[in-house]
């Protein structure tokens, strides 16, 4: 039976990220209504076909994507995991990956503030 679409991806993940005490990062109302669970812990505005670990990827395909919010847990092996906040909104891009998670560490949150 294929999954059930939500019709609010803003409340289901601040929901997931509750679960861990987290907040659930900014999220532009004029993205939000595209922004959907696309993955486990992957909500997107935008289809997504890499993961989101690879950052490179995401960083060197700006100039050719429309605007879009990414928010995600990913990583691979046992202790390489993170956050990540993936922001291209007019003439911002805001990339950040902040480790969190894995087997040997504690799930810590640093809290970015500008």
């Not at 990583?75 to 894995?102: D, K």
Request: hydrophobic share 40%; aromatic share 14%; glycine share 8%.
């Amino acid at each position: 039976m294929p999954r059930r679409e939500s019709p609010n991806g803003v409340a289901d993940a601040t929901a997931l990220f509750r679960t861990e005490g987290l907040e659930l990062p900014f999220v532009p109302p004029e993205l939000a209504r595209r922004f959907r669970q696309r993955d486990r812990w992957c909500f997107a505005s935008r289809q997504v076909r890499v993961s989101p670990y690879k950052f490179e990827h995401y960083v060197d395909e700006t100039d050719a994507v429309s605007d879009y919010v990414l928010i995600a847990h990913a990583g691979h092996g046992v202790n390489s995991y993170a956050i990540h906040y993936y922001l291209v909104h007019g003439l911002l891009r805001l990339f950040l990956q902040i480790h969190w998670g894995g087997v040997y560490q504690d799930r810590l949150f640093v809290e970015v503030s500008g």
